[in-house]
T-cell receptor
Framework: KQEVTQIPAALSVPEGENLVLNCSFT??????LQWFRQDPGKGLTSLLL?????REQTSGRLNASLDKSSGRSTLYIAASQPGDSATYLC????????????FGKGITLSVRP | NAGVTQTPKFQVLKTGQSMTLQCAQD?????MYWYRQDPGMGLRLIYY???????DKGEVPNGYNVSRLNKREFSLRLESAAPSQTSVYFC????????????FGPGTRLTVT
């Protein structure tokens, strides 16, 4: 059974710092991995989708990498801002018919002004 | 293009009452999902519909029923609400399971007293 782990559960950094959020998964047979952002009391917003054949994806100040063989993904946030404060979740879609996303529990990020 | 919409946003029920949570998407997606999110438990899949006319149980289906009314709409029904069903409920959709990005609605916050 696929398991997705995000450690630490919470992170606090000063504004301007470059930071890396980690995600690990136990089964490397995946279609893709998706990073989401969730603001308090809100739904999940998709940030980046990386297919299993890709190594990384970029969107603005965000860069997500995927190392399928080691079961790891990282979300890199450059020049963090207080507006980046949110919970970041990663989810993997296992390979196979009718596969469904398996979610990590998220990392709550606080960027201090 | 509204994406995934959910109604209501908030609801308070007494134990034993019934209600239906509504979800609709305007992206012509084939697959739709219902999740619940609880502190410390992460997102758990309740039911999903891989395509119009099909529904299947997820990880935590007990106490719930679903209806895929048409391609756009997927409803979740609580027949006899229990305090253990106090949660935030999210609907999601994807064009079809596999290589694509999954989108979420804004959520329904349900309290059962």
């Amino acid at each position: 059974k696929q398991e997705v782990t995000q450690i630490p559960a919470a992170l606090s950094v000063p504004e301007g710092e470059n930071l890396v959020l980690n995600c690990s998964f136990t089964d490397s047979a995946i279609y893709n991995l998706q990073w989401f952002r969730q603001d308090p009391g809100k739904g999940l917003t998709s940030l980046l989708l990386i297919q299993s054949s890709q190594r990384e994806q970029t969107s603005g100040r965000l860069n997500a990498s995927l190392d399928k063989s080691s079961g790891r993904s990282t979300l890199y946030i450059a020049a963090s801002q207080p507006g980046d404060s949110a919970t970041y979740l990663c989810a993997v879609r296992p390979a196979g018919a009718n596969s469904k996303l398996t979610f990590g529990k998220g990392i709550t990020l606080s960027v201090r002004p | 293009n509204a994406g995934v919409t959910q109604t209501p946003k908030f609801q308070v029920l007494k134990t034993g009452q019934s209600m239906t949570l509504q979800c609709a998407q305007d992206m012509n997606h084939n697959s739709m999902y219902w999740y619940r999110q609880d502190p410390g438990m992460g997102l758990r899949l309740i039911y999903y519909s891989a395509s119009e006319g099909t529904t299947d149980k997820g990880e935590v289906p007990n106490g719930y029923n679903v209806s895929r009314l048409n391609k756009r709409e997927f409803s979740l029904r609580l027949e006899s609400a229990a305090p253990s069903q106090t949660s935030v409920y999210f609907c999601a959709s994807i064009i079809r399971q596999g290589l694509y990005e999954q989108y979420f609605g804004p959520g329904t916050r349900l309290t059962v007293t």
